[in-house]
């Protein structure tokens, strides 16, 4: 169950207090405080662990100091969405704000290389007025001889040439708990030029003791990949975890299954997901179309399968898209063969704004739909 307070309300105030202690009272039922610090105002919710079938919700709504109470319908208490739910979604982060309404590019490297290949790539997103990116210093990779990112030591400088060029926020990946102290440290070292969204890459959706170490800070928001073989509620369940350790600035990201009967593409897009994770939770919905594809083959009218699948996913409502870039993808790393090139991003934009555009208008029919 969760007890929507009046905006702004007071946490160490009388309401507040004379409601935790009826619900002290109650038998079985742990009371957790959340607080969201919004741009304009502070969101304030009591979620209800335990035995909550026996409380009455009428007579918690009596009580001064409280807007609406819900319960919950799904497993996913606090990031699910449920019947007569008034929580909006999403969060701001370093100035840029994340919701199920609006859209921001990834571009980025797969992998950091050379500081002139990332200077390049941020250079190019500054001049197409882009604040996101994606970055990667730690590699979760198939085969232990590969590179597996350069893993600290370019935190300094990638932070800071992102400030450089503008970028407030870069999606990072991280495999283990002391990749979010480097970052953290790193981005205090340098003054924090930037921010990072710490990646759940799809190898991990279900490491729950990394899930529950990335929840337990809240400083900086959680991207969370769906695992490529597991069902989309236990993807949802294993965002849960974050938010239950308490950070719900959580995204979540489609990124194909994998199974043969995706090829030629490296994984079976399943991108129709949008719209199912933003009815089922409130979070805002990313879209991986260069994992889901894993290649840059063209088709047959000019357009890239990435570019086709990308705009499957906007035109269904995706608010960001993770999207693999390298000045020259013969010589990245990691994924060259899927990355797109700089001289692309323009068109890419282009095509995106297209189908961003078609969805804001199909919104328009879901309206109509709604009333008929
Ligand atoms: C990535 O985004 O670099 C990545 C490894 O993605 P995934 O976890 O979806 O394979
Ligand atoms: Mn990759």
């Not at 009272?25 to 607080?35: E, G, L, M, S, Y």
């Not at 999606?171 to 003054?191: F, P």
């Not at 190898?203 to 990335?214: A, H, S, Y």
């Not at 086709?308 to 898209?321: E, K, L, S, Y």
Request: a negative charge; aromatic letters at 6%.
């Amino acid at each position: 169950m969760i007890i929507i307070l009046q905006p702004d309300i007071d946490r160490k105030g009388d309401e507040v207090s004379t409601l935790l202690n009826y619900l002290e009272t109650k038998p079985a039922i742990t009371p957790r405080f959340h607080q969201i610090k919004g741009e304009d105002r502070t969101v304030s919710e009591i979620y209800l662990l335990g035995q909550t079938t026996e409380l009455d919700e009428d007579e918690i709504e009596q009580f001064s100091g409280v807007e609406r109470v819900v319960r919950v319908s799904k497993p996913y208490a606090v990031l699910g969405r449920h019947r007569g739910d008034i929580r909006s979604s999403g969060f701001t982060y370093n100035g840029v704000t994340f919701n199920q309404d609006n859209f921001h590019l990834f571009a980025g490297l797969c992998a950091i290389d050379t500081p002139a290949h990332v200077e390049e790539m941020m250079k190019h997103l500054k001049d197409y007025d882009q604040v996101c990116t994606r970055m990667g210093a730690y590699k979760p990779r198939t085969n232990p001889y590969s590179f597996q990112g350069l893993e600290a030591d370019c935190l300094p400088w990638v932070f800071e040439l992102a400030g450089k060029y503008g970028l407030r926020v870069i999606a990072m990946e991280v495999t283990h708990g002391s990749h979010v102290s480097e970052i953290l440290e790193a981005l205090e070292a340098t003054g924090h030029p930037t921010g990072v969204i710490l990646q759940i890459g799809t190898r991990n959706t279900q490491n729950f003791e990394l899930l529950k170490e990335v929840g337990r800070q809240q400083q900086l928001p959680v991207m969370i990949k769906r695992g490529f073989g597991i069902t989309l509620d236990e993807s949802l369940n294993a965002a849960e975890y974050l938010a239950s350790e308490g950070n719900h600035k959580v995204i979540f990201c489609l990124r194909g299954m994998k199974t043969h009967m995706g090829d030629p593409h490296r994984n079976f897009v399943d991108f129709a997901h949008v719209p199912v994770v933003k009815r089922l939770t409130l979070m805002p919905v990313g879209i991986d179309p260069s994992h889901s594809v894993g290649t840059r083959e063209q088709a047959a009218d000019g357009l890239l399968d990435i570019m086709h699948t990308t705009a499957q996913g906007i035109i269904a409502g995706a608010n960001m898209a993770l999207v693999d870039f390298h000045p020259q993808p013969q010589k990245a790393l990691v994924d060259g063969p899927q990355a797109l090139r700089l001289e692309e991003l323009p068109l890419f934009l282009e095509d995106i704004a297209i189908v961003r555009q078609a969805y804001e208008s199909r919104k328009k029919i879901g309206e109509k739909m709604r009333n008929l």
